[in-house]
T-cell receptor, first 114, second 111 residues
Framework: GAVVSQHPSRVICKSGTSVKIECRSL??????MFWYRQFPKQSLMLMAT?????????EQGVEKDKFLINHASLTLSTLTVTSAHPEDSSFYIC??????????FGQGTRLTVV | SQQGEEDPQALSIQEGENATMNCSYK?????LQWYRQNSGRGLVHLIL?????REKHSGRLRVTLDTSKKSSSLLITASRAADTASYFC???????????FGTGTRLLVSP
């Protein structure tokens, strides 16, 4: 199957700092990538849809100035959590579609803000 | 919220038994997919069933879809300890690319 790589897998940062998470499609081009957030023992909540070369589409309730998304190429999307606070601590997962209906997911990033 | 509901929330069985998980959703769909997630990891796609299909098989997996009831079920036969994971259904609506995930079922298979 297709491979989506997410980096870093774990990150700990101080309150007030920014953290960048990368999502790469390694063996296919992804015009659209998706960013999800998952709290412990809960489901995935879609944060935004990232489109190559255009602005991301954010879900209702997600602060676009807080969660900056950049999809600069067909194989890379980044999520930057700006001015992170402890409540931003969560598991962030990206996914990419290759063209069909199946979505391929990254390994996830565990963010801890202290 | 458009999020689907899954039941049970948690299921504990012995190896060799069958595991059945149910998913209900709220909107019209193009397809419904099932994913597996091991603790703290990404998701792995298991199977996709289209809105015009009623049943689909893949190895030990059997998925049914009832669009009139807006529900789906995932059956894992002859379960193994390695099947221990969380299972999520996800729906894709006609004309949209994004997936809306259900609440998930945590499956524990004991040796």
């Amino acid at each position: 199957g297709a491979v989506v790589s997410q980096h870093p897998s774990r990150v700990i940062c101080k309150s007030g700092t920014s953290v960048k998470i990368e999502c790469r499609s390694l063996d296919f081009q992804a015009t659209t990538m998706f960013w999800y957030r998952q709290f412990p023992k809960q489901s995935l909540m879609l944060m935004a849809t990232s489109n190559e070369g255009s602005k991301a589409t954010y879900e209702q309730g997600v602060e676009k100035d807080k969660f900056l998304i950049n999809h600069a190429s067909l194989t890379l999307s980044t999520l930057t959590v700006t001015s992170a606070h402890p409540e931003d601590s969560s598991f962030y997962i990206c996914s990419a579609r290759r063209g069909g209906n199946e979505a391929f997911f990254g390994q996830g990033t565990r963010l801890t803000v202290v | 919220s458009q999020q689907g509901e899954e039941d049970p929330q948690a299921l504990s069985i012995q190896e060799g038994e069958n595991a059945t998980m149910n998913c209900s959703y709220k909107t019209s769909i193009n397809n419904l997919q099932w994913y597996r997630q091991n603790s703290g990891r990404g998701l792995v796609h298991l199977i996709l069933i289209r809105s015009n299909e009623r049943e689909k098989h893949s190895g030990r997996l059997r998925v049914t879809l009832d669009t009139s009831k807006k529900s789906s079920s995932l059956l894992i036969t002859a379960s193994r300890a390695a099947d221990t994971a969380s299972y999520f259904c996800a729906t894709a609506s006609t004309g949209f690319q994004k997936l809306v995930f259900g609440t998930g079922t945590r499956l524990l298979v004991s040796p």
